[in-house]
């Protein structure tokens, strides 16, 4: 077991890739998502606004909805992310459990920033922007006290894994 979050074997890193790159995961991913919208959206945030997974077990982490239009699609998903209050802003992470690539999402909001989020009890208009490397230097720790597992996602993957700032608009 790592002493602190995020530090792993070589061979837990290894059992952790090949895990996410099983098409069962993107699915569990995909599915688990979709269901926490709808529920979310069904009862107004009062469930499914607290991750309770991982990290989250013993100190449920707070969970906004994120509408995003697709770059090429042009169609409106939302999508369930975790979320830490930042003064005024909002701050998310393109984790995505530490798979290889950024989650759509980060794609969709550098082509299209200004869009709405749903947390519990009511919805904010903001405008999302990439944090530069000097906020995300900030940011990142304070992430991870939020939620421990992001630390064991950045070990697990190669890219620099992105955090997203949802301003208010």
């Known amino acids: 077991m790592p002493e602190k979050p995020g530090d792993l074997s070589a061979a837990e890193i290894e059992k952790r890739k090949k895990a996410l790159a099983s ?8 599915y688990g998502a979709k269901a926490q919208v ?13 991750w309770r997974i991982g990290a989250g077990w013993k100190n449920p982490v707070p969970t906004l909805l994120l509408d995003h ?28 459990g530490g798979l290889p690539k950024n989650p759509q999402w980060v794609a969709n909001l550098q082509a299209t920033p200004d869009t709405t989020v749903h947390l519990r009890g009511g919805r904010r208009d903001v405008r999302a922007r990439v944090a530069e490397p000097d906020e995300r230097e900030r940011l ?24 997203v700032i949802l301003a208010p608009r």
């Open 38 to 50: 709808k529920v979310f959206r069904l009862t107004n945030g009062r469930i499914g606004s607290k």
């Open 69 to 96: 239009v697709g770059r090429k699609s042009g169609t409106v998903f939302t999508t369930p992310l975790l979320y830490l209050e930042d003064g005024a802003d909002l701050i998310v992470v393109g984790s995505q």
């Open 140 to 163: 990142w720790p304070l992430l991870v006290d939020l939620y421990a597992d992001f630390a064991t996602y950045q070990t697990t993957t190669d890219r620099v894994i992105p955090v």
């Open 23 to 30: 098409p069962a995961t993107a699915k569990i991913i995909k």
